[in-house]
């Protein structure tokens, strides 16, 4: 079946204005999440949806940041009023979110790389 | 919170001899670690996880052992191959409110397999 899609692959902005990254998660898996990869860096968590709700927004760098998650499927990540270091690789992964408590096998899509001039 | 530490940021090794990353996490309420692989312009893609139920896990050649009194967890791969050159990252599963689960990483190792 499909994997972890995400879009753009690549965005080149502007200083200032606002983006969006889409990711579409396997289908059926109620858990996403999303992750920035600076160059040459480990990952860092930004959000984490179970259905719709958000219930750990706390990897958020800034109130620049919101992301939302409609219909328990696609997910939206904007940053407003992009800076120079937003510049990343955006990651989307997403799991069953049926094993709550034990830890499940997180999928990774192939990432948007957002690059800030 | 969590935090995960990861040794060495570098690791060269020649083919077919055995590489070891070592990982320390802060969170005694974590259970879950993964080890991510991660190729060049690619996504990260799982490798092994343990579970904190367990000391030990092995999937050919490659193997991972945790030790929650240390907090601490190694992954080690065997007979190492060309294919294994790529960068790796290891994670805990920290847990926060109504069931959420995040994985916090390490910094990553770049490994590379000489021939």
């Known amino acids: 079946g499909a994997g972890v899609s995400q879009s753009p692959s690549n965005k080149v902005t502007e200083k200032g204005k606002d983006v969006e990254l889409r990711c579409d998660p396997i289908?059926?898996?109620?858990?996403l999440y999303w992750y920035r990869q600076s160059l040459g860096q480990g990952l860092e968590f930004l959000i984490y949806?179970?259905?719709?709700?958000?219930?750990?927004k706390s990897g958020l760098p800034s109130d620049r940041f919101s992301a939302e998650r409609t219909g328990g499927s696609v997910s939206t990540l904007t940053i407003q009023r992009t800076q120079q270091e937003d510049s990343a690789v955006y990651l989307c992964?997403?799991?069953?979110?049926?094993?709550?408590?034990?830890?499940?096998?997180?999928?990774f899509g192939p990432g948007t790389r957002l690059l800030v001039l | 919170g969590e935090n995960v530490e990861q040794h060495p940021s570098t690791l060269s090794v020649q083919e077919g001899d055995s590489a070891v990353i070592k990982c320390t996490y802060s969170?005694?309420?974590?259970?879950?670690f993964p080890w991510y692989k991660q190729e060049l312009g690619k996504r990260p893609q799982l490798i092994i996880d343990?579970?904190?139920?367990?000391g030990e896990k092995k999937d050919q050649r490659i193997a991972v052992t945790l030790n929650k009194t240390a907090k601490h967890f190694s992954l080690h791969i065997t007979e190492t191959q060309p294919e294994d050159s790529a960068v790796y990252f290891c994670?805990?599963?920290?847990?926060?409110?109504?069931?959420?689960?995040?994985?916090?990483f390490g910094q990553g190792t770049r490994l590379t397999i000489n021939p």
């Open positions: 949806f179970q259905g719709n709700s958000a219930p750990d």
């Open positions: 343990i579970r904190s139920n367990v």
């Open positions: 969170d005694s309420a974590s259970n879950y």
């Open positions: 994670a805990a599963s920290s847990w926060g409110g109504q069931g959420a689960q995040k994985l916090v």
């Open positions: 289908s059926g898996h109620t858990a």
């Open positions: 992964a997403s799991s069953p979110g049926i094993m709550a408590g034990v830890g499940e096998t997180q999928y």
